[in-house]
């Protein structure tokens, strides 16, 4: 077993501005936490892995290959590999 503190590490990205960090890799799996502080700008690239974005606090605009909807806290939305995408 691997416990990781998902908020202990979202509040260090929010004190540095935002950003980042994995907090758990295995085989064939990564969990990271990624913060975006507003008004800064998502500059992800389409990834070669398929993620799952699960918002923790805030709210926001989602476009996953041109469809855009809301996503608010406790929100979960999956994206499949090589998808652009936007938050």
Same mark, same amino acid.
């Given at each position: 077993m691997q416990d990781f503190d !998902?908020?202990? #590490?979202?509040?260090?990205?929010s004190e540095r501005g935002g950003g980042?960090? !994995?907090?758990? #890799?295995?085989?064939g799996l990564e969990v990271g936490v990624y913060v975006i502080v507003a008004p800064e700008e998502d500059k992800q690239v389409p990834h070669v892995l398929d993620e799952i974005y699960v918002v923790l606090d805030g709210d926001g605009e989602i476009d996953v290959a041109g469809e855009r909807r809301p996503i608010r806290r406790g929100e979960g939305v999956f994206v499949p590999a090589g998808t652009e995408h936007r938050l």
């Open positions: !998902v908020s202990a #590490t979202a509040d260090r990205l980042y960090e !994995v907090v758990h #890799t295995s085989p």
